[in-house]
């Protein structure tokens, strides 16, 4: 799952509303790549570079998304999962990341008081949440049944492959477009926890 607001289709307007500087449309197809084994390596820069600059305000920081299933094909962003205590208090974590050279490029006061940075050398989507919110666990879930559950590791790839060949305006349009499959794959994984 790349980390988005799966339940949701946003509008353009509220596209631009979140995001911090230029939005630029894709107008494309999404660029898929084979897993590369080295995408754990560069999450492992990543993570000690945000401790370095956090230190214990880092709470947790999760490799995450399609790079963080082994075998699965992926755009080649590394998704980043980093849980502070308050994502909406900008100032408690923004400066110092920035100081890292990290970018903040959307903010979503309505979605879970959401972050999002780009990385300074790294292609990189580091998502930060607040302490308790629902979607750490909906990421690592999804992220561990992947690992763990063949079928629906296929179901997923061939989902991805076969929507990233079409033309989307924003990215977004193309993570909102895998809600169905990645909903249906979490029920099934919120099931078997609860059996």
Known sequence: MDPARHSQKLTDEQIRQGTIGELKPHDAPIMLV??????????????????SAL????LL??????????GLMAKPIIDILLIVEDSSDERSHVPALEAEGYVLRIREHDWHEHRLFKGPDININMHVFSRGSSEIERHLA???W???HPDDFKLYAETKRRLAGQQWHY???????KSEVVETILARASSKKKA
């Open 146 to 148: 992947l690992r763990t």
């Open 171 to 177: 990215v977004q349009n193309y993570a909102e477009a």
């Open 61 to 70: 920081i999760e490799h995450i998304g399609s790079t963080a299933v082994p």
């Open 142 to 144: 999804f992220r561990d």
């Open 34 to 51: 084979e897993y590369d084994p080295e995408w754990p390596r560069m999450f492992t820069i990543e993570e000690r570079r945000i401790r």
């Open 55 to 58: 230190g214990d305000r880092a």
